[in-house]
């Protein structure tokens, strides 16, 4: 969906109060609604990393247990990692500008843009938790043979998506305004 879609489907679910709102203040409604859009996905963002934490916790829990060979700092790793997600994600820049801000006033169109941006992401997200799934049904059935391989693809799916958050700051701003 382009931004110009995104814009339209918001302004077409609101209601009287917020198109008379936005003739007054020149969209600042739609802009409003845009963000708190935003906002709601990186929560759920966020409630899905702090849930695949937990999980994590339990997989290395287990493997120490299990007295598995693999270093216990791969999975510690992959805890900083979703814990530093976790904090870029629910921390995340969500369009407010100053009334004197130099850098100028954030559009409809750019936070349309971010917003079409983190759906993007949240799918991104369905493939972490689903490559987390999937390594817990191994450590549960105890096949610890392919849990190596597990864990370098989980770490590059997490360092993957962290720099896609990076792509995300460059959203608001695009370097032609």
Known sequence: MDEQETIDTVKNKQGILDRIQNFFTLGYGTKEDLRELDKKLRDFMY??????????????????????????????????????????????????????????HIREDELARVFNFDQVLSK?????KQ??????????????????????????LLLTFEDKLQERKEKFRPLDN
């Open 47 to 104: 409630e899905d990393f702090r849930d695949l934490r937990h999980v994590w916790e339990d997989i290395y829990l287990e493997a120490l247990t299990e007295n598995i060979s693999i270093s216990s700092a791969k999975f510690k790793k992959i805890i900083q990692v979703l814990d530093r997600l976790m904090e870029k994600v629910r921390h995340a820049d969500y369009g407010y500008a100053g009334l004197m801000d130099r850098k100028g």
């Open 131 to 156: 490559a987390i799934t999937q390594t817990n049904n191994n450590v549960e059935e105890e096949n610890w043979a392919t849990i190596s391989v597990e864990i370098k693809k989980i770490k590059k």
């Open 124 to 128: 991104d997200v369905e493939e972490i």
